[in-house]
């Protein structure tokens, strides 16, 4: 089956500096790769949508300075968080689908501690 | 615009009865209907969808969902629930063919008790 590949898994870094989170779909190619937020007891927030070889498109409150999405090649996409405060601390997880009829997979996720 | 609601945030179910985790919702259009399950610090796995069809829908780990228009819900069941079923469950709406831009409802916790 589909498996999307999410690192790391866990990250503690310190307020102010940058986190690079990559998704990988191992054994198939998405063109487009979706990027969550989900806070405790809460539901995944849609962050922005990554499409290969151009710019992301940014769900409305997302900051697009701050989380920097880059979608290079076909099995990878990364979401940098960018000068990070505690505020940013949270689950992030990504998805890839292999077309508009197919299931999204999802990584399994990235919990960020900013201190 | 398209919206989800499960209006249950836990669910406590005795191991061997039968399950049933709510969810409604809200869109233009035909409704493509997911149902995804999570377990601790992990991505959410798919369980079943529905597009077309039957409105009875059958899928991963024994579990089924009946799409009901004229109730606006996507109500997913199982006939005998395991302890290993206990997880955090979402449903997921889309305006477009397939799963791209899922609208996740704010999910329910299943716990079932042995």
């Known amino acids: 089956g589909a498996v999307v590949s999410q690192h790391p898994s866990r990250v503690i870094c310190k307020s102010g500096t940058s986190v690079k989170i990559e998704c990988r779909s191992l054994?198939?190619?998405?063109?487009?790769m979706f990027w969550y937020r989900q806070f405790p007891k809460q539901s995944l927030m849609l962050m922005a949508t990554?499409?290969?070889?151009?710019?992301?498109?940014?769900e409305q409150g997302v900051e697009k300075d701050k989380f920097l999405i880059n979608h290079a090649s076909l099995t990878l996409s990364t979401l940098t968080v960018t000068s990070a405060h505690p505020e940013d601390s949270s689950f992030y997880i990504c998805?890839?689908?292999?077309?508009?009829?197919?299931?999204?997979?999802f990584g399994n996720g990235t919990r960020l501690t900013v201190t | 615009a398209q919206s989800v609601a499960q209006p249950e945030d836990q669910v406590n179910v005795a191991e061997g009865n039968p399950l049933t985790v709510k969810c409604t919702y809200s869109?233009?259009?035909?409704?493509?209907l997911f149902w995804y399950v999570q377990y601790p610090n992990r991505g959410l796995q798919f369980l079943l969808k529905?597009?077309?069809?039957?409105?009875l829908v059958k899928g991963s780990y024994g579990f089924e969902a009946e799409f009901n228009k004229s109730q606006t819900s996507f109500h997913l069941k199982k006939p005998s629930a395991l302890v290993s079923d206990s997880a955090l469950y979402f449903c997921?709406?889309?305006?477009?063919?397939?799963?791209?831009?899922?609208?996740f409802g704010t999910g329910t916790r299943l716990t079932v008790i042995p």
């Open positions: 054994d198939f190619q998405a063109t487009t």
């Open positions: 529905y597009i077309t069809g039957d409105n």
């Open positions: 990554s499409n290969e070889g151009s710019k992301a498109t940014y």
């Open positions: 869109v233009s259009g035909n409704p493509y």
């Open positions: 998805s890839a689908s292999r077309g508009r009829n197919s299931p999204l997979h």
């Open positions: 997921a709406v889309s305006k477009q063919t397939g799963a791209n831009n899922l609208f």
